[in-house]
């Protein structure tokens, strides 16, 4: 719960960027660069990530991960609610679009900790055979929040004049952070720190597990973790962010571009759900790789599907590429996880989910936006980075494999899940001894 309240903020910023931002912060613009601007805002959040990663990471390593979380949270939470409270251009002129950039900033700081910090509670705290489970379970605040968003501004802009709605409504959600921040430190103030955490600093409390160690030890597998996970956060941009603007530029209304990301991300929940389970039973590896072929499918075939102008076919469209890339998201926590040990575990995944964000999240919507516009409204060049992109990262994965778990043993996948070692039978005298010694 704790971490869809952390995205909600994240998501609303992401479906403003591509409709309300333009006209109220970058409206001295034309539209297609105010466009630009927009989304260039957008991609600044997801460059504080790793920095924000690094940081936190590092004091998740030493301190622990639940102290790091209630930070990462009111960061998040205080940089929203200004957010809602900043006025456009109009009325302080070029200072509104630098505050923008500036709170955005803010916000990736506190994501940058948050998305790996909340996975590694969950999972360090997680039944053996059940982490990759328990692990997409956070990685589901992702589709919640941009359900919940997405539900709110539905909402705001069916029951508020179009006036009305770029004067205060889209304020709302941001506004309402501040309930936020207080249901999200109530939660964690009542979750204890990770049993696996407290034994891996009392294991290697003399080494160093600064981030300049970190990529000095692992960098190589912090750089392939990056690009495996390129396909699943390519996907998911370049579908809910840019395509929100390019479903309006094919004569979709907002009240349908709403409902098919809503509806796309509902059906998402129930992708990583599943590929959580299954990413227990035959790998993580294998679930990410899976998704990701799902994208690569998608990405031959969205644009010139949704090109039709169909609103159920666009619907499908964008259902099945994020579906794709939340099944493949499923996997990623564990992956990540069990890559690194503990007392670099926190820095060593930051680095990993922060830097493929950076480098193939942040500049998606940008960068679709703008081969778009230099191909006069051609989307092949987009489609052709989109699909070069996911075939390189499967190969990639294909020449990995799976890591050990966090006490570092081999995994055993069969069907039921992960198989732990069975215990030794008790002996004979042990197992007649009577019910307090067989307890014991």
């Known amino acids: 719960m704790g971490s869809a309240l952390e995205w909600f903020d994240f998501a609303v910023y992401g479906a403003m960027s591509a409709t309300v931002f333009p006209t109220l912060f970058f409206n001295e613009m034309s539209p297609g660069v105010g466009l630009l601007a927009s989304f260039a805002t957008f991609g600044v959040g997801f460059f504080a990530r790793p920095l924000g990663g690094i940081v936190f990471g590092h004091l998740g390593d030493r301190i622990g991960r639940r102290n790091v979380l209630l930070t990462t949270f009111l960061t998040m939470g205080i ?37 790996t910090g909340a996975q590694l509670m969950t999972m360090e705290h997680a039944p053996k055979d059940r982490r990759a489970f328990y692990g997409a379970l956070m990685a589901m605040g992702s589709p919640l929040s ?34 936020l921040v207080a249901v999200g430190i109530y939660i964690r103030l009542n979750v204890d720190e990770t049993p696996v955490f407290q034994q891996g600093v009392q294991e290697n409390a003399q080494e160093s597990t600064n981030p300049a160690a970190v990529i000095r030890r692992r960098g190589w597998t912090i750089a392939r973790l990056i690009l495996a996970f390129s396909p699943i956060v390519l996907t998911f941009y370049i579908v809910s962010v840019f395509g929100l603007s390019y479903l309006a530029g094919l004569g979709f209304t907002r009240s349908q571009t709403f409902t098919i990301v809503t509806v796309a991300n509902l059906l998402s929940v129930v992708a990583i759900w599943w590929g959580g389970r299954l990413a227990d039973v035959y790998g993580r590896r294998k679930i990410l790789m899976t998704g990701s072929a799902g994208t690569l499918l998608a990405a031959l075939v969205f644009f010139p599907l949704v090109d039709l102008g169909s609103f159920p076919i666009a619907l499908v469209m964008v259902a099945f590429a994020l579906m794709s890339a939340q099944f493949g998201n499923a996997g990623q926590g564990a992956l990540f996880a069990e890559a690194f040990p503990t007392h670099m575990r926190y820095t060593g995944s930051a680095l990993a989910l922060t830097g493929a964000n950076l480098i193939f999240a942040a500049p998606a919507p940008f960068l679709a936006s703008w081969l778009t516009s230099l191909s006069n409204g051609s989307t092949v060049s987009i489609t052709i980075f989109w699909v070069v992109t996911i075939v390189a990262a499967l190969i990639n994965m294909l020449l990995m494999g799976d890591y050990k778990t966090l006490e570092g043993s081999e995994h055993t996948f069969g069907r039921h899940g992960l198989q732990e070692p069975a215990p030794a039978p008790a002996s004979p005298t042990r197992a007649h001894a009577g019910p307090e010694a067989a307890a014991q």
């Open 146 to 179: 941009q359900v919940a968003a997405n539900l709110m501004l539905a909402v705001l802009s069916g029951v508020l004049s179009e006036a009305a709605f770029l004067s205060w409504g889209w304020r709302v959600p941001f506004l309402l952070s501040i309930l």
């Open 79 to 115: 940089a929203s609610l200004v957010i809602g409270l900043l006025p456009p251009y109009s009325t302080l002129g070029l200072a509104a679009p630098l505050l923008l950039v500036v709170l955005r900033f803010i916000q990736g700081f506190g994501l940058g900790g948050e998305a």
